[in-house]
């Protein structure tokens, strides 16, 4: 069992065995999620180093920003941290070019929830990776699953590199939209994705449900959409029941539900805003809390099939726990796992399809 598995040691142990000097590359909410875990780990920082462009003297919890310049002049051998989420060719590219002249890790720290990801924490949940593993419709899907799991457990970039799918390739070989799609989107943005598929049915479609919580994002959403036929736009979280949730707007793609804010906002379910009539494709990006979506939608996945387009990211569970409750609800679908350009393991999606 979990013999793709080959990474057994973690970035964490790694880090806390190596004598060289640490630097965290990059500031912000992932620097903050790894120095606690440096903190809880006894792991030493012996610095901070951003681009160029994002130093002009700052400090961060009580660090001197330097330039990668600056580190390079004054420590001759030092061990580089990514801190910061890449999505973008031109920031990817130059993150490897760092990779070749410095040890870099990426350790992986989940977007909402607790805990790390380590081979112990595969072990536990060993009987239900190996049944996605086994469940998985092709080859590249089993790779990509395998590298997926070793590049969190390891932080080392050349798995993600390994196996990055151009986007165009997923929507014409999997998703393969047609020209008369019933398209659901949670967690819509500003209309991205909507963009996106209409690229590839030539701007036809049947209808488009979108939903978005966050109201600054929604007025983007709203704006994009507007003048579109057969467009349904709701300033709502998806969610398992239609109710209201306490709400973090972050305004951008980071807002998500969070027990810790008084802001509410309307929660619907895809099964109630449908009335349980046919969806042809679902596509789910709401921050952690896919499960609920999908839950929300269980009706319209078990008894018409649409094609689902999933992030697996979000949570360390997310990885087993959504395959599993999808295959679950209908167990005639194939599953796909596709990762697409970005540094961690962001955009790891499922792909479920007949």
Not at 4 to 28: A, V
Not at 41 to 68: C, M, N, P, T
Not at 105 to 130: H, M, R, S, W
Not at 301 to 328: A, C, G, Q, W
Request: negative net charge.
């Amino acid at each position: 069992m979990l013999s793709f598995i080959t990474e057994k040691q973690s970035c964490w142990d790694r880090l806390k065995n190596e004598q060289r000097p640490i630097f965290i590359y990059g500031m912000g909410d992932g620097a903050l999620k790894i120095m606690s875990v440096f903190k809880q780990k006894e792991i030493a920082v012996a610095g901070i180093f951003a681009s160029d462009d994002f130093v002009r003297g700052h400090s961060f919890e009580g660090y001197h920003v330097h330039k990668l310049s600056e580190v390079e002049e004054l420590v001759d051998d030092f061990v580089v941290v990514l801190a910061f989420a890449a999505g973008y060719q031109e920031i990817v590219d130059k993150i490897h070019s760092i990779a070749a002249q410095h040890t870099l890790y990426v350790p992986d720290v989940p977007v909402v929830g607790q805990g790390i990801f380590t081979y112990e924490y595969c072990l536990e949940n060993a009987e239900k990776l190996q049944k996605v593993y086994n469940s998985l419709a092709d080859d590249y899907s089993r790779k990509v699953y395998a590298n997926i799991i070793n590049f969190k457990i390891s932080g080392k970039i050349e798995y993600l590199s390994a196996v990055t799918t151009p986007k165009s390739d997923i929507y014409k070989k999997i998703i393969k939209p047609g020209l008369n799609e019933v398209y659901v989107d949670l967690g819509a943005y500003n209309g991205d994705t909507i963009k996106e598929l209409l690229e590839f049915t030539y701007g036809k479609y049947a209808s488009i449900y979108a939903l978005e919580p966050d109201r600054k994002n929604f007025k983007k959403l709203a704006k994009f959409v507007d003048g579109m036929s057969h467009v349904y736009a709701y300033n709502a979280a998806a969610w398992c029941v239609d109710g209201e949730l306490p709400f973090a707007a972050k305004s951008g793609r980071q807002s998500a539900i969070s027990a810790e804010s008084s802001n509410m906002v309307k929660a619907l379910s895809v099964d109630s805003i449908l009335g349980r009539k046919a969806a042809t494709i679902i596509k789910m990006d709401v921050e952690g809390f896919e499960r609920e979506a999908i839950w929300g939608a269980a009706q319209i996945i078990s008894h018409y099939s649409p094609k689902l387009m999933v992030s697996l990211y979000h949570r360390n569970e997310d990885i087993f726990e959504l395959p599993l409750l999808i295959k679950t609800l209908n167990p005639s679908y194939k599953l796909y796992i596709r990762h697409q350009l970005y540094i961690p393991a962001w955009e790891t999606n499922l792909y479920a399809t007949l």
